[in-house]
């Protein structure tokens, strides 16, 4: 029997948290990069070989932390307790990262951004798994996971509202003012949001795992197809997504020639994205997460190169490039994590535990280490080329500043929609496994 879909005030309680997540999220990939490379004093090969490390430290307390979770029985549950854990952690992080006292180093950068990570680590795995436990059903799952989107695409509308106003407001105002008022909006917004969804939204109840021994649990994870082929595409997405992060504002300054209007532009892209979700989870209803998936990678095949014909110093057109690609914004983020949901069903049929944790904890690293390896790459390869953020730049600097954001994630989401067109697990295998799952839970309990 299909289960009764979450109601509205439910699924907006749940996703609540995801709004000052991504308000998190996107300045450490557009905003502060920058901000420590030139204000700061340390340097982008510098900067982005930080940044790098702090990714790659995830690749072991991810996993190390989805495990805890997954184990934690509690009378409150197992994921909101976590939930509720990584709050001071991650406002304590905020208030030394987006606010330094100047000078810092890249000890002081390196070692707060270790901190700020596992506090992360706890709230988004917490979050993302709980909401894969909310529902068993295929299409359900989805609905679920786009509400999270619609959440995290209106946290960076939020947060990136107040740069914009402050730059047009004040045209004098600096990059240190107007991260100050993002890091302000998630000390104030996260743990209001997580104390909505902890005590209005619901957690299913977890069966008993049986203990599988280190061996035969490794030896499942390896052995699982669907999460291999999943964890690849979200590493490759993360590597594409965060070149075009990373390099967008040098690109607003640079090659479009509209350094004041660049929070107004990302801005842009979000609404966009924001606007779209809502078609593309019915698509996926109709195509299957898979197929949407890999549709999603294509148009952004199509439309990156579009950005090369953009007048330099135009608007208007700058503005209908940011609505074009922002379309499928969300497409892949909530179609991902939906699709690992229905990964860790098979996984359980295979095991008999119930692993969601751990599943998501690899899914948030892989795309951090996306990120990571992005800017880690990209940041040197600008010394490299002679780009020069904030100063002069030779036309050659500024072409290859313009290659770099088109050419490397069109290749790579080339490969996205290649090897997600024939995933696995669609709705007819993912409804085996629900049935596989109740015949366990009901030899289980007799």
Not at 188 to 197: D, H
Not at 380 to 407: H, Q, R, T
Not at 430 to 443: P, T
């Amino acid at each position: 029997m299909k289960p009764a879909p979450l109601s509205v005030p439910t699924l907006i309680a749940f996703a609540s948290p995801a709004a000052p997540i991504s308000a998190l999220g996107l300045p450490l990939v557009v905003y502060l990069p920058p901000f420590y490379a030139e204000e700061m004093g340390i340097g982008l090969s510098l900067v982005g070989t930080v940044f790098m490390m702090t990714r790659l430290w995830d690749v072991i307390t991810d996993p190390l932390l989805g495990v805890v979770s997954d184990r934690s029985r509690t009378r409150f549950g197992r994921r909101r307790p976590w939930l509720v854990a990584s709050v001071p952690l991650v406002l304590i992080a905020v208030w030394q990262i987006f606010m330094p006292n100047p000078p810092v180093s890249w000890i002081y950068l390196l070692g707060w951004m270790i901190f700020l990570y596992v506090g992360w680590t706890l709230l988004t795995i917490s979050h993302m798994s709980w909401g894969a436990e909310l529902t068993p059903d295929y299409d359900e799952r989805s609905r679920v996971q786009a509400a999270r989107e619609i959440a995290l695409l209106l946290g960076m509308v939020a947060v990136l509202a107040l740069p914009a106003v402050l730059e047009q407001v004040d045209p004098t105002s600096t990059r240190a003012g107007r991260l100050a008022a993002m890091g302000w909006f998630i000390i104030i917004c996260l743990p209001l949001t997580v104390g909505w969804a902890v005590t209005k939204a619901p957690e299913r109840e977890a069966p008993e795992s049986p203990a599988l021994g280190w061996r035969r649990a490794a030896r499942l994870l390896a052995g699982n197809a669907a999460l291999r082929r999943v964890l690849l595409m979200d590493a490759l997405s993360g590597i594409g997504g965060g070149i075009i992060s990373s390099l967008f504002l040098f690109l607003a300054d640079d090659f479009l020639e509209l350094s004041n209007w660049a929070s107004f532009l990302l801005l842009v892209y979000f609404i966009s994205g924001v606007s779209f979700i809502a078609p593309m989870v019915r698509l996926s209803y109709a195509l299957g997460k898979h197929r949407t998936l890999a549709f999603s990678s294509i148009f952004t095949v199509l439309t990156l190169p579009v950005m090369m014909l953009i007048p330099p110093g135009n608007l208007w057109w700058a503005a209908a490039f940011c609505v074009l690609v922002g379309i499928n914004l969300g497409v892949g983020p909530f179609l991902f994590r939906s699709i690992m949901a229905d990964v860790a069903d098979q996984d359980r049929v295979e095991s008999g535990a119930q692993r969601t944790g751990l599943y998501y904890s690899l899914l948030t690293m892989t795309n951090k280490v996306g990120y990571a390896v992005s800017i880690g790459v990209v940041y040197p390869a600008l010394d490299w080329i002679g780009y020069a953020p904030g100063k002069e730049n030779s036309s050659e600097a500024i072409a290859g500043l313009a290659a770099m954001f088109v050419w490397p994630p069109l290749v790579l989401f080339c490969c996205v929609a290649w090897l997600m067109w024939n995933f696995p697990i669609d709705r007819i295998k993912q409804a085996e496994l629900r049935r596989q799952i109740e015949l366990q839970e009901q030899a289980a309990g007799s």
